[in-house]
């Protein structure tokens, strides 16, 4: 029999061992006060964090989202006042630089609609939104479709499952602004009795949408609560459930939450609790839509940003004041969260996202 030539036998083995290397999801934070991105290997076997590089950015980095077909990266710069976008390569753990706009002033959370074309971006200092075309390799086009006031502090971006209605929440005003939405413009209208008020000390922040069911979950962040929305047929929200986050003890005002999430397949909420410094669970009866309260789990201090990893077997939450991550293995069946690590990335983590 022949021997395979050496050089054959070492480019397979790079090639495996790049395969290997790569094949886990990538967990990206944002270090502001640094300006680049700590970028992490998981091990999805024991949700482990392996630091790859840190990757350079124009500005200081906020918060990250990514495309519909998993491909683009696009994320805010926030004193800059720009959106960027970058093609994500699995080789050498690339970013590729695509392009980038000039917009307005700390862009506080993007999202790209169910169809793939736009971007559509709240602002939390000018109180406004923006909607962006993304060509088919993830470009954005410098000039908006659309980009109107709203009211101050502008701080989330959600939508209905068919696309036709967008909600966008404000923290200072206690509102959310519900939105038609043309995706073949980029248009958004404010619906008639479309202006969502709740009441002095709430703050909606961050709104996430079932992915099966007409239900639309997000948080009050000066009221410490976790809310519930029954999204109507004229794309209208009705409230239909508010509960605490924090325990019955906490003192009223006290700390604020930030990010909020679902878990990918429609069962639970998480809810970070800065101040008390945890993350709160809440299980959502499919049924009904309500939520009862698992448990709160403590993390590091000031968590402002925290994400579930793609198996749904691990949480990873950032905290701001320490400079760490916390690491959570995450019962998929119960909800329940249990500390399993913590790793050092850099001052002020102030955005965690995942990509495959």
Not at 85 to 101: E, N, P
Not at 221 to 231: D, H, L, M, P, S
């Amino acid at each position: 029999m022949k021997a395979v030539p050496t050089r054959i036998l070492v480019c397979l083995f790079v090639s495996f061992y790049a395969a290997s290397l790569f094949a886990e999801p990538l967990l990206l934070v944002s270090l502001p006060d640094e300006e680049h991105l700590a970028v992490y290997k998981i091990n999805s076997r024991n949700g482990q964090l392996t630091h790859l590089r840190n990757h350079k950015t124009e500005s200081d980095p906020g918060p990250m989202s990514v495309s519909q077909d998993g491909r683009t990266l696009f994320l805010s710069l926030r004193n800059y006042g720009g959106l960027a976008s970058y093609a994500i390569g699995r080789d050498a753990i690339g970013l590729k630089h695509l392009s980038t706009v000039k917009v307005d002033q700390d862009p506080a959370y993007h999202w790209q609609d169910h169809s793939g074309k736009w971007l559509i971006t709240a602002y939390y200092h000018t109180g406004r939104v923006s909607v962006h075309a993304v060509d088919e390799n993830g470009i954005l086009k410098q000039e908006a479709a659309f980009f109107d006031e709203t009211a101050l502090n502008a701080h989330g971006v959600a939508a209905s499952s068919d696309n036709r209605f967008v909600y966008i929440p404000h923290t200072g005003p206690n509102l959310i602004v519900q939105f038609s939405f043309d995706d073949e413009s980029g248009q958004l209208s404010v619906l008639e009795n479309g202006l969502l008020k709740s009441a002095d000390l709430t703050g909606p922040r961050h709104l996430a949408t079932h992915p099966s069911r007409p239900w639309l979950y997000g948080d009050y962040e000066q009221g410490n609560k976790a809310v519930f929305y029954q999204i109507q047929p004229d794309g209208l929200l009705h409230t239909k459930q508010v509960i605490s986050s924090v325990p019955a003890e906490w003192p009223v005002g006290k700390g604020a939450t930030a990010r909020m999430t679902l878990s990918k397949d429609g069962r639970f909420v998480y809810v970070a609790n800065r101040g008390h410094n945890s993350i709160a669970t809440f299980k959502i009866n499919q049924r009904s839509g309500n939520l009862s309260l698992v448990g709160i789990y403590p993390t590091e201090p000031n968590p402002r940003s925290f994400v579930i990893s793609p198996c749904g077997k691990w949480l990873y939450a950032g905290g701001q004041d320490s400079g760490n991550l916390a690491i959570f293995s995450r019962n998929k069946r119960t909800g329940v969260l249990t500390r399993t690590g913590t790793v050092k990335t850099g001052r002020r983590p102030w955005w965690l996202q995942i990509v495959e």
